[in-house]
């Protein structure tokens, strides 16, 4: 079993910048993959971006260019770094993490609120 608690939401200015952190807890050293979600009101959740425990990344077509997710592995920790944010941008931020041998998420966090200003 695997907790995740997000942080680092918050209200930014349109055109700035925040950097999400999910902390993993239990066990671990199951972990083949962890990415980020975001659900904005009245819309559909949807994979912002992913990680593996390798290194491989992927992201939405949305936040190309803008958003990089990245992994530290010592610290069981995944970030997201968001630059020149836009108000669509606003939404609840969850935190997912897949165990081995899973072809699903198995583990979410309780999101954090990103809200961008225009």
């Known amino acids: 079993q695997v907790q995740l608690v997000e942080s680092g939401g918050g209200l930014v200015q349109a055109g700035g910048s925040l950097r999400l952190s999910c902390a993993a807890s239990g066990s671990t050293f199951s972990i083949v993959a962890m990415a980020w979600y975001r659900q904005a009101s009245g819309k559909p959740r949807e994979l912002v971006a992913a990680?593996?425990?390798?290194?491989?990344?992927s992201y939405a077509d949305s936040v190309k260019g803008r958003f990089t997710i990245s992994i530290d592995n010592a610290k069981n920790t995944v970030y997201l770094q968001m630059n020149s944010l836009k108000a669509e941008d606003t939404a609840v931020y969850y935190c997912a993490a897949r165990a081995k041998s899973s072809l699903h998420w198995d583990s979410w966090g309780r999101g954090t609120q990103v809200t961008v200003s225009s």
């Open positions: 990680i593996t425990s390798g290194g491989t990344t």
